[in-house]
């Protein structure tokens, strides 16, 4: 096995001070989690407000990361085209102190999918620009939408200005507006997002002011070496090699079962991922090549070295292969609405992969369904309201550990929304919530059981429910078991919503339960005090 060798000092450590390196980086993340709470406390909608559906980053003038913070992993995604979507329309001289741009297209906007909707703030420091302040946030409006290609799923915003000189271009938002079902709550979220960039762009100024512009901007080149050097020693140190994995994939929009598969090859200090992929589908299950590197990143971060400072550093070893206008590499014009249920597959198959050169540092199948929920309809006085909700699950079991119960795994990292908000603001009440027996893969150590919620509608509501993992359970890992599947029943009928859509009447039920986690290991070497403990906890019926 061979490294490359990376000099003891890089150029960009070369007449700065190390420890002024980290407290700048520490810093940086200082920043991007202080424009998530403003964020968060800004916003109008549950899905912000409580969900916390939302993530935040510094970029530099390049339009390479500088942090992200530890938000939503997969709204990598929607930030790695960003910078680029928008100095590819706007030259660089025409960019203003002041300027915000918008975006959200999967093609001509530098997102993923229509409802997360990007700002962009660049940040000027004595009249250079010099970074980025970013944020996304999940805009749950775009309900009763079709998804056999991109132009039914909600308004697609290519990378335009949106602030001029800091006053608000009020043609471009009565236009974005005029699109949106739910408009009064798209304009106060949208507000909250540039104030986070505000927020964000005057912390990184006064950096700047603190250690001089220069310092700043090389620390941050500091950093993404930094980043690269410990990826390429954390993939070093896994064996030489190349390992295929694949799993089958069923969801409730496509009537057929595809299948998913990646084939990674290490080499000294490079990895190597080719994806298998079917052709992409009349359907919302389509990734653009941004999302498939979200997923990637993310997967191979956790599984080499957790510790990896996340920024555009850690992607330097990694080569990402796939056929192009496939699922998981889609082209224009293939709907990416639910992508996030291929991109969480897609965190599995990697571990798959994975756990054959590193059993110990990968985990057993997880939920990994991208299982959500969205509910509207109109109130007595004809507003239009819409609900999102994505359900956690079982998480894989560890080879030292159990896996988590009830919990969003992998590319989220949401919040559900709390019943109490749920009720006050929704005609929905929820008659249970609780983590389903049994439904943790069983094994040396067991996965983490998934969640069952019932919601009963007071009004007519239009639901459109998306999962997988129905047939094809969460896979465990050197013996373990598998984890329970997804099921749904709507007055305690299975099957009731054709394709995953419909409608409640007022009093119906809608029972949603959610895929357990995989098990690691051989049952029959779990432990007495785990076995007893099982019981207690009602891990198993009996």
């Not at 019943?419 to 929905?428: D, G, H």
Request: hydrophobic share 40%.
């Amino acid at each position: 096995m061979t490294m490359q060798t990376q000099p003891d000092r890089p150029a960009a450590f070369a007449d700065i001070d190390p420890i002024t390196v980290e407290v700048i980086g520490s810093a940086f993340m200082s920043i991007v989690e202080e424009m998530g709470e403003a964020l968060v406390r800004a916003s109008y909608s549950t899905n912000i407000k409580e969900r916390r559906d939302c993530s935040t980053a510094l970029f530099d003038a390049q339009g390479r990361t500088l942090c992200q913070a530890e938000h939503i992993p997969m709204h990598l995604g929607s930030f790695l085209d960003f910078v680029h979507n928008v100095t590819r329309r706007y030259p660089r001289e025409t960019i203003r102190p002041g300027d915000t741009f918008i975006g959200n297209d999967a093609y001509e906007g530098g997102g993923t999918h229509l409802p997360d909707i990007v700002m962009g703030t660049p940040v000027f420091v004595g009249g250079e620009l010099v970074a980025w302040a970013l944020n996304t946030g999940h805009h749950a409006d775009f309900a009763d939408r079709g998804h056999a290609h991109i132009y039914q799923e909600g308004i697609r915003i290519p990378a335009v200005r949106l602030y001029r000189d800091g006053q608000l271009q009020a043609d471009v938002m009565d236009l974005i507006l005029l699109n949106c079902q739910v408009p009064a709550e798209r304009r106060s979220d949208l507000q909250a997002q540039q104030a986070a960039n505000i927020v964000g762009a005057r912390r990184l100024t006064a950096l700047c002011e603190k250690y001089g512009t220069d310092v700043v901007m090389r620390a941050g080149d500091a950093l993404q070496d930094y980043a690269e050097r410990k990826m390429r020693a954390a993939i070093a140190a896994m064996p030489d090699g190349t390992w295929s994995y694949a799993e089958k994939m069923e969801t409730l929009e496509l009537d057929e079962v595809v299948e998913l598969g990646v084939t990674v090859t290490i080499r000294g200090d490079e990895m190597h991922l080719d994806f298998r992929s079917p052709p992409q589908v009349r359907a919302s299950l389509n990734m653009t090549r941004t999302a498939l590197l979200a997923a990637v990143y993310f997967t191979v971060k956790a599984v080499a070295d957790p510790t990896v400072l996340p920024n555009e550093g850690l992607g330097r070893p990694l080569k990402v292969t796939a056929p192009r206008g496939s699922i998981v590499q889609c082209e224009h014009p293939a709907a990416v609405n639910g992508r996030f249920t291929t991109c969480q597959r897609i965190v599995d198959i990697i571990m798959g992969a994975l756990a054959q050169a590193v059993p110990r540092q990968a985990i057993a199948g997880s939920n990994s369904a991208g299982l959500y929920a969205l509910f509207s309809g109109s109130r007595p006085d004809g507003a239009f309201w819409a609900y999102l909700e994505s359900m956690g699950g079982g998480g894989g079991a560890r080879h030292d550990k159990d896996g988590l119960h009830g919990v969003q795994v992998h590319l989220t990292n949401t919040s559900n929304l709390p019943v109490e908000a749920l009720e006050l603001e929704y005609p929905l009440t929820v008659e249970r919530y609780e983590l389903i027996d049994g439904s943790g893969g069983r094994g040396r150590f067991c996965g983490g059981m998934g969640l069952r919620r019932v919601y009963r509608a007071g009004l007519p509501t239009r639901v459109e429910l998306d999962s997988s993992r129905a047939e094809f359970a969460a896979q465990g890992l050197a013996g373990g078991g598998p984890g329970g599947c997804f099921t749904y029943r709507v007055n305690g009928q299975p099957g009731a919503l054709k394709g995953g859509i419909g409608v409640l009447q007022a009093g119906d039920l809608l029972e949603i339960a959610s895929p357990g986690g995989g098990g690691y290991g051989p049952f029959a070497e779990r432990s007495p005090e785990a076995r007893a403990r099982d019981l207690r906890e009602r891990r198993y019926p009996g």
